[in-house]
């Protein structure tokens, strides 16, 4: 009976193959071809050899020029044609910034850019996982649920529970729940995962089939409660499961995702193509071979085996292009919206909780000892100073804990979110706080973990000096990466180079931080593309009350000088009392 491979499909991306027939040395010769296929995984439950579908063709031409009969049922042989044509279409729409034809699916209120709907097609067209890597403030939340209505990723008429996942840091679940707020009218049918044990239980149980969950909480803690089959995983910031020897990693691979992971990204590679590798064997499991293939074809090792080199990166590049959508912010430039407001919300620990509820509970004391000042329910002149003034401590804290107590540690949660953002994000950043002393703690600290920095106060930099620093820094041959400052320069001079700006904390009037801060990114001679404008905002502290009322309850199209006092001249002890704790106020 003669050799004959056989390659049977059993999902979208992988085929498994087996042989049978000829002779001993044949059939070691088959063996020894199939292990020797780009990242040809053994299954020993199935006793089979799993192929990606990207290495299937290379394996059949060599079994082919052995003499071996490669066999393809014809069913499986029209899929893999189809897949072909795919990835043409995908190279094809790479170069492309709208697409024709586009039919706005129902429940996605808002029409995406040109470059968006570029995007989702694209998705349309690849099968299994993928990773979506356009610039930073560009949109690609709204990529994925164009995905996901575009591209039948969720079944609205049966609703069961449980079809699309959305991973991200902690800090962005608010942020993705309001893009399904303001871009579809299915945010009903979104759960999002959070709180005690028990209430998370109940979450992953419920009936809705959309749930925004972080990495830690979901892929590290919740691993016996959740679900394990979706039809779609939508994982931000990516780099979270970069390590292949971390939990996350280990735990994202056995799930069951029916039409893949994309992975949103900006920077798939911060450190080496180690990472690459470790985010591709997640959403393309074997596309780029084993660990020391792709070392042989791509790395250059020093005798620990630490990577201190690369080669063949066009042949890599090629290799990940159908698999990725990563567009240059040049490229899209045309279609950026101006400015993109984003909030990071985070979690303080325990500890800094206890710590803030202490100094929450003296300004209370302090509400109730001076409610005798309020006349006629409106405020005195030195009234609204003071309930300002008293509250900064909490805020003051909030940013680090140092700035109130001298005792206490510099480094906090804040501190923590921002190192995240700034390694994410490409380009230039402006960091502004109200504090100069919370200017210099962030310049020395990030100066010390090796990021060049200017840092501009009013306290520490003369008038006369600052124009140097700003051009300086504005200067297409300048390296540093992040600008520190006060609202001394939240005036009269241009910071253009940047492209993202940090609130590190909020003022109470968002005019200044609108129409002043970022307007020194945001500027009429910009010809860069979108802004990217954060706020940090710490849960169920003061900071989110600040949030909510004056952003979320203003109208941002309008500058509003005198907020402040519009907003708290009604504002009693109860208000005051749910405030410091982040909540609605009536």
Same mark, same amino acid.
């Given at each position: 009976?003669?050799?004959?491979?056989?390659?049977?499909?059993?999902?979208?991306?992988?085929?498994?193959?087996?042989?049978?027939?000829?002779?001993?040395?044949?059939?070691?010769?088959?063996?020894?071809?199939?292990?020797?296929?780009?990242?040809?995984?053994?299954?020993?439950?199935?006793?089979?050899?799993?192929?990606?579908?990207?290495?299937?063709?290379?394996?059949?031409?060599?079994?082919?020029?052995?003499?071996?009969?490669?066999?393809?049922?014809?069913?499986?042989?029209? %899929?893999?044609?189809?897949?072909?044509?795919?990835?043409?279409?995908?190279?094809?729409?790479?170069?492309?910034?709208?697409?024709?034809?586009?039919?706005?699916?129902?429940?996605?209120?808002?029409?995406?850019?040109?470059?968006?709907?570029?995007?989702?097609?694209?998705?349309?067209?690849?099968?299994?996982?993928?990773?979506?890597?356009?610039?930073?403030?560009?949109?690609?939340?709204?990529?994925?649920?164009?995905?996901?209505?575009?591209?039948?990723?969720?079944?609205?008429?049966?609703?069961?529970?449980?079809?699309?996942?959305?991973?991200?840091?902690?800090?962005?679940?608010?942020?993705?729940?309001?893009?399904?707020?303001?871009?579809?009218?299915?945010?009903?049918?979104?759960?999002?995962?959070?709180?005690?044990?028990?209430?998370?239980?109940?979450?992953?149980?419920?009936?809705?089939?959309?749930?925004?969950?972080? %990495?830690?909480?979901?892929?590290?803690?919740?691993?016996?409660?959740?679900?394990?089959?979706w039809n779609r995983i939508y994982a931000d910031e990516f780099n979270a499961v970069k390590n292949y020897e971390s939990k996350a990693n280990r735990f994202i691979k056995e799930l069951d995702v029916r039409d893949g992971i994309v992975g949103m990204t900006a920077t798939p590679i911060e450190l080496n193509l180690g990472e690459l590798y470790s985010l591709y064997q997640v959403i393309q499991p074997g596309m780029l071979g084993t660990w020391a293939q792709f070392s042989r074809?791509?790395?250059?090792?020093?005798?620990?085996?630490?990577?201190?080199?690369?080669?063949?990166?066009?042949?890599?590049?090629?290799?990940?292009?159908?698999?990725?959508?990563?567009?240059?912010?040049?490229?899209?430039?045309?279609?950026?919206?101006?400015?993109?407001?984003?909030?990071?919300?985070?979690?303080?620990?325990?500890?800094?909780?206890?710590? %803030?509820?202490?100094?929450?509970?003296?300004?209370?004391?302090?509400?109730?000892?001076?409610?005798?000042?309020?006349?006629?329910?409106?405020?005195?002149?030195?009234?609204?100073?003071?309930?300002?003034?008293?509250?900064?401590?909490?805020?003051?804290?909030?940013?680090?804990?140092?700035?109130?107590?001298?005792?206490?540690?510099?480094?906090?949660?804040?501190?923590?979110?921002?190192?995240?953002?700034?390694?994410?994000?490409?380009?230039?950043?402006?960091?502004?706080?109200?504090?100069?002393?919370?200017?210099?703690?962030?310049?020395?600290?990030?100066?010390?973990?090796?990021?060049?920095?200017?840092?501009?106060?009013?306290?520490?930099?003369?008038?006369?000096?600052?124009?140097?620093?700003?051009?300086?820094?504005?200067?297409?041959?300048?390296?540093?990466?992040?600008?520190?400052?006060?609202?001394?320069?939240?005036?009269?001079?241009?910071?253009?180079?940047?492209?993202?700006?940090?609130? %590190?904390?909020?003022?109470?009037?968002?005019?200044?931080?609108?129409?002043?801060?970022?307007?020194?990114?945001?500027?009429?001679?910009?010809?860069?593309?979108?802004?990217?404008?954060?706020?940090?905002?710490?849960?169920?502290?003061?900071?989110?009350?600040?949030?909510?009322?004056?952003?979320?309850?203003?109208?941002?199209?309008?500058?509003?000088?005198?907020?402040?006092?519009?907003?708290?001249?009604?504002?009693?002890?109860?208000?005051?009392?749910?405030?410091?704790?982040?909540?609605?106020?009536?």
């Amino acid at each position: 009976m003669p050799m004959i491979i056989k390659a049977s499909f059993i999902n979208s991306i992988q085929a498994k193959v087996d042989w049978s027939g000829g002779d001993r040395e044949e059939w070691n010769a088959v063996l020894a071809l199939i292990k020797n296929t780009t990242g040809a995984i053994f299954n020993p439950d199935g006793k089979y050899w799993v192929i990606h579908i990207d290495n299937l063709k290379p394996l059949a031409v060599k079994a082919e020029q052995m003499g071996f009969q490669f066999f393809v049922s014809n069913e499986d042989w029209a %899929y893999y044609t189809r897949y072909e044509a795919s990835q043409d279409s995908v190279a094809e729409l790479a170069f492309k910034l709208d697409v024709d034809g586009w039919v706005q699916p129902p429940h996605l209120k808002t029409e995406p850019r040109g470059y968006q709907k570029v995007a989702i097609t694209m998705m349309r067209h690849t099968l299994g996982g993928i990773i979506l890597g356009d610039p930073v403030g560009s949109g690609k939340t709204i990529e994925c649920i164009g995905d996901m209505l575009y591209n039948n990723r969720i079944d609205l008429d049966k609703l069961s529970p449980n079809q699309i996942l959305f991973l991200c840091p902690a800090t962005l679940k608010d942020n993705i729940l309001k893009d399904f707020v303001k871009h579809t009218d299915i945010a009903h049918l979104v759960t999002v995962i959070e709180g005690v044990r028990k209430k998370r239980e109940e979450q992953w149980a419920s009936s809705t089939p959309i749930k925004i969950a972080s %990495y830690q909480g979901t892929l590290i803690y919740d691993r016996d409660i959740m679900p394990k089959k979706w039809n779609r995983i939508y994982a931000d910031e990516f780099n979270a499961v970069k390590n292949y020897e971390s939990k996350a990693n280990r735990f994202i691979k056995e799930l069951d995702v029916r039409d893949g992971i994309v992975g949103m990204t900006a920077t798939p590679i911060e450190l080496n193509l180690g990472e690459l590798y470790s985010l591709y064997q997640v959403i393309q499991p074997g596309m780029l071979g084993t660990w020391a293939q792709f070392s042989r074809d791509h790395l250059e090792l020093d005798r620990f085996g630490g990577i201190k080199g690369s080669r063949n990166l066009i042949k890599l590049s090629e290799r990940i292009a159908p698999h990725q959508i990563k567009r240059t912010k040049a490229f899209i430039l045309p279609q950026l919206p101006a400015k993109v407001p984003r909030t990071y919300t985070f979690d303080l620990s325990a500890t800094e909780m206890a710590e %803030y509820n202490k100094i929450a509970n003296d300004f209370m004391r302090w509400v109730k000892e001076n409610a005798h000042r309020r006349v006629t329910n409106a405020l005195k002149k030195d009234q609204k100073g003071n309930y300002i003034t008293e509250s900064l401590r909490m805020r003051q804290f909030l940013d680090c804990p140092y700035l109130v107590d001298p005792a206490l540690p510099i480094q906090n949660s804040k501190m923590e979110v921002l190192k995240q953002l700034i390694e994410s994000v490409d380009g230039k950043i402006v960091v502004f706080s109200q504090w100069a002393r919370m200017i210099r703690i962030l310049n020395e600290h990030f100066t010390k973990l090796g990021y060049k920095t200017i840092m501009i106060t009013g306290e520490d930099v003369d008038i006369k000096d600052r124009m140097p620093l700003i051009n300086q820094f504005n200067s297409s041959e300048d390296d540093t990466k992040i600008f520190f400052t006060t609202d001394a320069l939240q005036r009269g001079v241009d910071l253009i180079s940047a492209d993202t700006i940090i609130h %590190y904390d909020s003022l109470w009037n968002p005019a200044k931080m609108i129409e002043q801060r970022e307007g020194r990114l945001h500027r009429m001679n910009r010809d860069r593309g979108s802004v990217l404008a954060i706020r940090l905002v710490a849960n169920n502290t003061i900071e989110q009350t600040v949030e909510r009322v004056l952003f979320e309850r203003a109208d941002l199209a309008d500058s509003v000088e005198g907020l402040n006092e519009t907003t708290l001249k009604d504002w009693g002890e109860r208000q005051w009392k749910d405030a410091v704790k982040g909540k609605v106020i009536d």
